[in-house]
């Protein structure tokens, strides 16, 4: 999306990850954003680990101006509906048989 790069969304991914579970697409994200230096990345607050039930997991964080925000990952299904908008090629490649990922972040519901 629009004012977002590759450091920017595997920060975001990262925060919404498990940190030393055995989930292999937890650890590879967070070795991704590991190896990218995002110094205004938020910082983690709580995390929820993956629920089956909605598809995602979640993560509360504190944004460099202070300001808290929500970050969720998951089934792109689940965390589309948390966006003003769908990318084209996101759609394209879910037309094509593609699973894909989705991390959403926004302000704190709370």
């Given at each position: 999306m629009p004012g977002f790069?590759?450091?920017?969304?595997?920060?975001?991914?990262?925060?919404?990850?498990?940190?030393?579970?055995?989930?292999?697409?937890?650890?590879?994200?967070?070795?991704?954003?590991?190896?990218?230096?995002?110094?205004?990345?938020p910082k983690l607050a709580k995390f929820v680990p993956f629920d089956p039930a909605p598809k995602m997991s979640e993560a509360t964080a504190t944004d460099p101006t202070g300001g808290?925000?929500?970050?969720?990952?998951?089934?792109?299904?689940?965390?589309?509906?948390?966006?003003?908008?769908?990318?084209?090629?996101a759609n394209e490649l879910r037309g094509q048989g593609f699973r894909m990922l989705a991390v959403a972040a926004g302000p704190s519901t709370g």
């Open positions: 790069d590759a450091a920017h969304v595997l920060a975001l991914a990262a925060l919404a990850s498990s940190d030393g579970g055995q989930d292999p697409v937890d650890a590879a994200i967070r070795a991704a954003a590991s190896s990218k230096d995002t110094a205004d990345a808290m925000r929500r970050i969720v990952k998951g089934a792109f299904a689940a965390v589309i509906g948390f966006a003003q908008s769908s990318p084209t090629a």
